[in-house]
C-alpha cells in the first residue's frame, strides 16, 4: 500500500541517549517535513526538505537533525534526548512545498 | 501573533446540529488553504483544500475571507463520526512548508 511509514511507532528512551526516527515515503514526494506535537500547541515544524539533498530549519529544530540522502527517506535524529523532547512526532510528505500533505501514523517518544 | 490561530473549543453539540468555526491567518499573502481532521491519537488526514470562491464537500462548507484574513468550516447535519480535532492549515506565501493551527475540537453527542 502506498504511503508514508515510521518506525518506531513508541518508545521510551532515557535521558541523553541517541535515537534515530525513520520516516519512508513511497509515493515519490519532493518535499518531507518533521513535526512535534505537543497538547495545546499543535504541530510545529521541526525540519523539513523541499528536495533530495537539501534541508531546512523550521520552528523548532533545536536538539534534532535530518538528512535527505534520497527521496524517500527522511530520519530524524535526536544526538542526545531531553524531557522536553517527549513529544508525538509526525513525517509528512507533498508533492511540492505548499501543497496537501499525507502524514506518516506518528512516533510517540518519551524520555526519561 | 501566531501565523495561524483558531478557538480550541471544545464545540459540543447534537447530533443533526450544525456547527461553524473559523480560523485566522497573520499574513495576507497566503497562497493556500486548507482543513484536516485528526482523529484521537491518530495522524493528521486532509479533509478539504479551501478555494477563493468556497467550496463545499457534502456536508462540509469551507469559505475563505481574504479581506478578514480568515477561513471558515461549517458542518451541517453532524453525525457522531465527525467527532475529531480539525486542523486549520496556511502556506505562507514564497515559503515551502505548511503552517498548523492548534485545532479545534468538536465533539458530537447523541
Known amino acids: 500500500i502506498a504511503g508514508i511509514t515510521q518506525a518506531p511507532t513508541s518508545q521510551i528512551l532515557a535521558a541523553g541517549r541517541r535515537m534515530t526516527l525513520r520516516c519512508t515515503q513511497d509515493m515519490r514526494h519532493n518535499a518531507m517535513y518533521w513535526y512535534r506535537q505537543d497538547l495545546g500547541l499543535g504541530l510545529r515544524l521541526i525540519h523539513y526538505?523541499?528536495?533530495?539533498?537539501?534541508?531546512g530549519k523550521g520552528e523548532v529544530p533545536d536538539g534534532y537533525s535530518v538528512s535527505r540522502a534520497n527521496t524517500d527517506d527522511f530520519p530524524l535524529t535526536l544526538a542526545s534526548a531531553v524531557p522536553s523532547q517527549t513529544s508525538v512526532y509526525f513525517c509528512?510528505?507533498?508533492?511540492?512545498?505548499?501543497?496537501?500533505?499525507?502524514f506518516g501514523q506518528g512516533t510517540r517518544l518519551t524520555v526519561v | 501573533r501566531k501565523e495561524v490561530e483558531q478557538d480550541p473549543g471544545p464545540f459540543n453539540v447534537p447530533e443533526g446540529a450544525t456547527v461553524a468555526f473559523n480560523c485566522t491567518y497573520s499574513?495576507?499573502?497566503?497562497?493556500?488553504f486548507f482543513w484536516y481532521r485528526q482523529d484521537c491519537r491518530k495522524e493528521p488526514k486532509l479533509l478539504m483544500s479551501v478555494y477563493s470562491s468556497g467550496n463545499e464537500d457534502g456536508r462540509f462548507t469551507a469559505q475563505l475571507n481574504r479581506a478578514s484574513q480568515y477561513i471558515s468550516l461549517l458542518i451541517r447535519d453532524s453525525k457522531l463520526s465527525d467527532s475529531a480535532t480539525y486542523l486549520c492549515v496556511v502556506n505562507p506565501p514564497h515559503d515551502y512548508k505548511l503552517s498548523f493551527g492548534a485545532g479545534t475540537t468538536v465533539t458530537v453527542r447523541a
Open positions: 509528512a510528505s507533498s508533492d511540492q512545498g505548499g501543497t496537501e500533505a499525507f
Open positions: 499574513n495576507s499573502a497566503s497562497q493556500s
Open positions: 526538505s523541499n528536495t533530495a539533498g537539501t534541508t
